[in-house]
Each structure stands twice: as structure tokens, then as C-alpha cells.
């Protein structure tokens, strides 16, 4: 059986950029918050619910699951700010040393803290498009959200992979 070499329990110190990227990524969930609350009242009895790849609605529900966007935004955000308080227990490339633990640790929190904001922005975005559709302000989303939300998703994990690896 292999022993496992405990990893080095450290702080990470925020610096300017991660305190701004929490404070951007808390100022998206409540305006989701907000919008969703203040657009509730102006959405019609029955709205999409799912969109297929081309961004038609394949599927419709009440509109009390507009609120289902920021439940769901919410307990990601905050698991996920629970989760970065312990970079010591995350799955790294390279094996962990106490030489190089502090810029590993850094990476890992920072990339955390992206991911962060770009979950709520995405479900900022899909909120906003199905008011928009359930109102018929637009007639489907538009061609360019699916991309954003698989750029949103995938780029800052293959850009944190590539510039460390």
C-alpha cells in the first residue's frame, strides 16, 4: 500500500486581483438574484426552461423556476468559496512540495475564483435570454450564447492546464 505524503496545510494570501474577481463574482450573483426576484412579476405563467444547442426552447415549465438559476448559482458559488479554503485536498499535475506548494495552492485558488465568476455570469446570461424569450422579446437565444457559455466554461481550465503545465 502506498503512504501518502501529507501536502503542506497553507493560507493563501488574497491579492488584489482575487479580491476583485470575489467582489465581481458576488456583485453578478446578486444582480442574478435581484433580476430574478424584480423579473418574476413580468413573466408570463409558463416559460422555457431548456434550450437544445441551436438555442430553441425544447422544453417549458412554470415561472417559478426562474428562481432555480439563482438557487442553483448560489450553492455552487458558495461551495465552491468553501471548497478554496482548502487547497491542500485538490487533485494537482505535479506532485506537491512544500517548495512549491505556495504558487500551486495560488493557481489552484485562482482558478477556482474564475470559475466562480464565470458560473454566475453564465447563469446571469441564460436568466436575461429566457426572460427575454418568455417575453417574447427575442424569439430564441441567440446565436452567440452557446459559444460564450462553452468559452465561459472550458477556457479557464485549458488556460490555468497550459500555462502550468
Not at 52 to 70: R, Y
Not at 98 to 116: F, G, H, L, V
Not at 131 to 156: D, G, K, M, Q, R
Request: proline share 6%; net charge positive; with cysteine.
Amino acid at each position: 500500500m502506498k503512504t501518502r505524503n501529507p501536502r503542506p496545510r497553507l493560507r493563501v494570501e488574497l491579492t488584489a486581483a482575487d479580491r476583485f474577481l470575489e467582489w465581481i463574482g458576488a456583485g453578478i450573483l446578486l444582480f442574478l438574484i435581484g433580476f430574478s426576484v424584480f423579473v418574476y412579476l413580468h413573466l408570463p405563467e409558463i416559460i422555457p426552461t431548456h434550450y437544445d444547442l441551436h438555442g430553441q426552447t425544447d422544453a417549458n415549465g412554470s415561472k417559478t423556476s426562474i428562481f432555480t438559476l439563482p438557487l442553483v448559482a448560489l450553492v455552487l458559488f458558495v461551495g465552491m468559496s468553501i471548497l478554496n479554503q482548502y487547497p491542500h485536498n485538490f487533485n494537482y499535475l505535479t506532485e506537491i512540495t512544500p517548495e512549491n506548494a505556495p504558487q500551486q495552492y495560488k493557481n489552484a485558488t485562482q482558478m477556482i475564483r474564475i470559475a466562480k465568476l464565470c458560473i454566475v455570469l453564465i447563469f446571469s446570461l441564460i436568466a436575461v435570454s429566457t426572460y427575454l424569450v418568455a417575453n417574447h422579446y427575442i424569439e430564441n437565444l441567440t446565436i452567440w450564447l452557446v459559444p460564450v457559455v462553452l468559452l465561459l466554461s472550458f477556457a479557464p481550465l485549458v488556460w490555468f492546464i497550459g500555462r502550468h503545465a
